[in-house]
């Protein structure tokens, strides 16, 4: 038995406890939401080591990354409906203008499912690479691809020298420089 | 509104735990990157109606936290 | 393995607007600059060490015309302009400017009467409206808004949004700033967003504030009355599949201050309902506010559905429930139909009181005004999107119908053809008021509202 006093405090405590309950999940749920979505968001899938070998239809005849063993290769998964796609394509252009000579090429892997949009992006875009169909994602799949556009650079030993996710023109001077150092001078 | 922020936060919780649905795969996202696969794919006609509905009707909010207020009446 | 640079964003709703795809045979003056570019650094191999990519900022344009007409009531011009300058590291930059120029009629709050009612405003001006009519005060107004937007991306994942605002009408003025946050999580599948924003509004009413719960000769001040508003929002969105995209949202509103509208009444009635006085309106001081909202967006083979659901709960007592649907019918060139179904329907505040019985001590706070009574709404419209061949820019008209009714217009209205036209309609209701309690019956029975917008984008 307590005093009537102290039943009354309990008590405004009590409807405090309430009030405050009432807007517990709000914090709780955003916490929640927090720490779980990040932990999530960090486990990336990793790029294999070897780069797993295709053979695809490009635009005229096939490409199999066999073929171009002893070259340094930057391999690009994009689609006609990325943004950053659509800034990628004139940089690669410019790789392939100074580096081909030194061993360097370009292949972009269409991930398009549908052919004609494809096909439209490239008219429109003009690649002085070589441009490849996927439109299953096979070799996507094959290459964990985390993003679009992903860029990955195979050694002349045909092993993964790093991969990149996404396209931005200050990482991308950064990402020469790393393809560049692969190149005979 | 104990139960319906209950049910708010299980729904939260559902939507984001990954077993919620097969993962879309990046190049999967064709039909998302679309234009009118937002939830405020037509912002101007929107910003018109939350213009009428809010000096029109009790009710306000849910979506957003911009704007400005008037003395509609 | 690096990780780097930015990947398409995941969010749908976060991507700055895309400029369309432009047909093959004009490529844009700007598509040209940057080939243009490109090729200068194919020429240039001494700059390999420099940015290789030019920026390549471009702008948008939107606008929108409203015309707004209420049956017998307010009429509402309202064009708008955007402009969005979108930088080639995704910033977006915009302004708009909204100009509202209302004009007519808005009902007062208090009943239909009997007989000649003759009011007195606080500025001494004296009216007197014919028996039988519900009550509306004549007003026109112009009021001026101009918005900011900056759109901040930060990482890869996480983008700011800053807005800021100012309006400013002939009797109230609205300052006012918003931040929001988002965060893509699940390996960019979902996006948490979390808002805030304050409003520091001022309500100056014409011929001053009057007196709550007073006969309105009467003023309390002349100066400007303040409302304080402040919003918080946290929302989560989630790719479920492919083709799906489902949100969830919820925001609390929490206002302050002077919450009355200056301008309405409440009629005093008599032992036979009919109108023998008025007082002026009084509402809290505080508005706690509160909205969860459910969005889910569909994309079919080519069409795209809408759907949203929105429960609002308040501390005044008013609770809301809102559908609304839309879809998307894409037709040949680029045009497409989208056809729109939205209900509505809110029950009333607790001080709610459509007419104040004569004698009766007053309440504290006491409201007329329909929009927070019991009311339901429908409306129906479709919007035409079309391009102009040759052109990049995009047009879109639609048109609307919005139809609102309150609990005396299930009973009375209904059955009346034209509703709230002043004739037919009203009498029916004082003939449907003798039935009904009066606590239960307002002047309002219905609304008809129309509604076209015209809208132009263009990128450039």
Not at chain 3, 38 to 62: N, T
Request: aromatic share 8%.
């Amino acid at each position: 038995m307590r005093p009537p006093v102290a039943r009354d405090v309990s008590r405004t405590r009590q409807a405090r406890a309430q009030r405050v309950s009432r807007f517990a999940p709000v914090p709780l749920l955003l916490l929640m939401i927090f720490s779980f979505g990040i932990l999530v968001a960090d486990a990336k899938p990793r790029a294999p080591q070897v780069a797993p070998a295709f053979t695809l239809p490009a635009r005229d005849g096939t490409v199999a990354l066999d073929s171009l063993r002893g070259r340094v290769v930057l391999l690009d998964f994009w689609a006609s409906w990325c943004e950053p796609c659509k800034r990628s394509f004139p940089w690669m252009n410019s790789l392939v203008q100074r580096y081909g000579a030194r061993g360097l090429s370009v292949v972009a892997i269409n991930l398009d499912k549908d052919r004609d949009l494809a096909d439209r992006f490239v008219e429109e875009h003009e690649p002085a690479f070589t441009i490849a169909f996927d439109p299953a994602g096979t070799t996507a799949e094959a290459y964990r691809v985390a993003a679009m556009p992903s860029s990955y650079l195979v050694g002349r030993d045909g092993t993964i020298l790093s991969a990149h996710l996404g396209f931005d023109a200050k990482k991308a001077s950064e990402f020469e420089k790393q393809i560049a150092a692969q190149l005979t001078p | 509104m104990k139960p319906l922020l209950f049910v708010l936060a299980l729904t939260a919780a559902a939507l984001l735990s990954s077993c919620a649905a097969t993962a879309v795969k990046p190049w999967d996202r064709d039909l998302l990157a679309e234009k009118k696969m937002r939830f405020n794919a037509y912002p101007m006609i929107g910003a018109v109606d939350e213009h009428i509905y809010f000096s029109k009707e009790g009710s306000t909010g849910g979506a957003s936290v911009a704007g400005g207020g008037c003395g509609c009446n | 393995m690096q990780l780097s640079d930015t990947p398409e964003p995941a969010r749908a709703d976060a991507e700055p607007p895309a400029t369309p795809p432009t047909p093959i045979a004009s490529p844009s003056p700007l598509r040209r600059k940057l080939a243009a570019a490109a090729f200068l650094l194919l020429g240039v191999p001494a700059l390999a060490s420099a940015d290789p990519m030019p920026s390549s900022p471009s702008w948008q344009l939107d606008a929108t015309g409203l015309l707004y007409g209420e049956r017998q009531r307010t009429s509402v011009i309202e064009p708008t302009a955007r402009l969005t300058r979108l930088f080639a590291n995704g910033q977006a930059l915009s302004g708009q400017i909204t100009l509202d120029a209302i004009t007519g009629a808005s009902p007062t709050g208090a009943v239909p009467s009997g007989q000649p009612l003759t009011t007195t405003t606080a500025s001494g001006m004296v009216t007197t409206l014919p028996a039988g009519q519900v009550p509306t005060k004549k007003f026109n107004d112009l009021r001026g808004a101009s918005d900011l937007s900056w759109d901040l991306p930060v990482g890869t994942l996480f983008k700011a949004t800053t807005g800021a605002h100012y309006s400013r009408e002939k009797d109230y003025q609205s300052v006012g700033a918003s931040e929001s946050f988002s965060l893509d999580v699940l390996r960019r599948l979902a996006t948490i967003t979390i808002g805030g924003g304050v409003n520091r509004d001022g309500v100056f009413p014409r011929g001053g504030t009057p007196v709550p719960l007073s006969d309105g000769t009467q003023v309390l001040t002349t100066g400007t009355d303040r409302k304080d508003v402040t919003t918080g929002l946290i929302g989560l969105s989630r790719v479920l599949t492919r083709r799906w995209l489902m949100g969830l949202s919820m925001t609390r509103t929490l206002e302050t201050g002077y919450l009355t509208e200056p301008y309405k009444v409440i009629s005093i009635v008599d032992s036979t309902d009919t109108a023998v006085d008025q007082r002026t309106e009084n509402r809290p001081a505080r508005h706690d506010r509160r909205a969860a909202l459910a969005s889910s967006v569909y994309h079919l083979a080519k069409d795209v559905i809408y759907v949203e659901y929105r429960y609002y709960w308040d501390d005044w007592g008013i609770r809301s429930h809102t559908a609304d649907a839309k879809y998307r019918l894409e037709l040949p060139d680029d045009a497409y139909l989208l056809p729109h179904v939205r209900y509505y329907t809110q029950s009333a505040a607790s001080f709610y009181r459509p007419s104040l019985p004569q004698g009766d001590p007053l309440p504290t706070f006491a409201s007329a005004d329909y929009r927070i009574g019991d009311l339901s709404g429908v409306t129906i419209g479709a919007t035409y999107g079309f391009k102009v061949p040759g052109s990049r820019g995009e047009w879109n008209v639609r048109v609307e119908y919005l139809r609102q009714w309150g609990p005396a217009g299930s009973f009375a209205g209904t059955g009346t053809p034209g509703g709230d036209d002043g004739g037919g309609g009203e009498r029916a209701t004082r003939a449907a008021a003798v039935a009904l309690p009066s606590s239960k019956f307002g002047a309002f029975t219905s609304l008809d509202i129309g509604t076209i917008v015209v809208g132009y984008s263009i990128p450039f």
